[in-house]
């Protein structure tokens, strides 16, 4: 409900298997009034416009092997850290940011964006340069150039501005964060897929401007992702099939997004409305972005006044505010 209310979108609550999932008058009861508060707000404006957007290609992963490895880790599992970096987020396709759909965003995450033109690369840095944003990439930003009909790390350094070398033998796909870098600031374990068997890996070569975030367990000395300044925006690059939550809080935070909480749990909403699913158990502590009087969608009950929440949650609690 909390994904689907801030877009007005509509919902079948279903039974697969004819299983009685839903075989329970208490859970008739809840979506009722889930049902009655979607109905009593449908007119008012639709104000969903997130600071974080997540900009997928569906091109790309044509250009793939079939069972890669980097589709499922790229555009499924990397889902559960970005829905938990602490701030509602967007999810849009390549095409709509070339279409002028996608609305400005502090911080953009592409996690598949290996297949592009230098048309498309230039695009892209324009819209980043003209907001002023925060771009994260993942594994080979831009390598393929479909209209050149070559693949070269060169792109890669024209559309991030980081330089990257090949790695001639793989390693496994697990970094270790720098503890110096501000961004990686209450990381300490070591990341990543843990993939045994890409066939194409990359290091960031050490340049003035950069900033090593990670570097391989296997290869110390090889950076695995990194940091620089461009014109007027920031690029962030991770090696990685995969980032933890708390690395793209971080990046979040740097870039200017309202971090409403830092727990790891899932936060949807629309600046007015706001739904947070605990991943995890114990107290949980909201930070809105102004003073406010914060009401349960359901009960209509007043649940705090202030610019700051606390709350005790069990694993899978949902609180619709």
């Known amino acids: 409900f909390a994904q689907i209310f801030p877009r007005r979108m509509g919902c079948w609550y279903m039974d697969l298997g004819n299983a009685g999932w839903m075989q329970d008058k208490a859970l008739w009861e809840n979506i009722g009034e889930m049902r009655k508060f979607w109905e009593d707000h449908l007119e008012d404006p639709v104000r969903f416009s997130p600071e974080v957007a997540v900009v997928a290609d569906e091109v790309s992963p044509l250009y793939t092997l079939p069972r890669s490895p980097m589709n499922r880790a790229l555009l499924y599992d990397l889902r559960a850290s970005i829905t938990r970096l602490g701030a509602p987020v967007g999810w849009w396709l390549l095409e709509d ?54 693949v070269d790390a060169s792109y890669v350094r024209e559309l991030t501005g980081l330089s990257l070398e090949m790695l001639q033998e793989p390693v496994e796909d ?46 110390p000395e090889l950076i695995a992702a990194a ?23 971080n990046i979040a935070r740097e870039a200017g997004v309202w971090i409403y909480t830092d727990t790891d749990d899932v936060v949807l909403g629309d600046g007015r409305f706001l739904g947070l699913a605990a991943s995890s158990e114990g107290k949980k502590t909201v930070r809105l972005p102004r003073p406010s009087v914060v009401r349960d969608c359901l009960s209509g009950r007043t649940v705090r006044r202030g610019s700051e929440i606390e709350m005790n949650m069990r694993t899978g609690d949902t609180r619709l505010l």
């Open 97 to 150: 940011l070339f279409a002028g759909k996608v609305k400005p965003a502090k911080l953009y995450i592409f996690p598949n964006a290996f297949a592009l033109t230098g048309e498309q690369r230039a695009r892209i840095r324009e819209v980043l340069r003209r907001q002023k944003s925060t771009a994260l990439w993942f594994y080979a930003p831009g390598y393929l150039d479909p209209a050149a009909g070559r």
């Open 174 to 219: 697990l970094v270790q964060p720098n503890a110096k870098a501000w961004l990686c600031q209450g990381l300490v374990e070591s990341f990543g897929s843990k993939q045994k068997a890409l066939r194409l890996q990359w290091g960031v070569k050490s340049e003035p401007g950069v900033e090593p975030l990670a570097t391989y367990v296997a290869r």
């Open 227 to 249: 940091s620089t300044r461009q014109d007027g925006w920031r690029s962030v690059y991770v090696a990685s099939l995969y980032a933890p939550a708390r690395l793209l809080r």
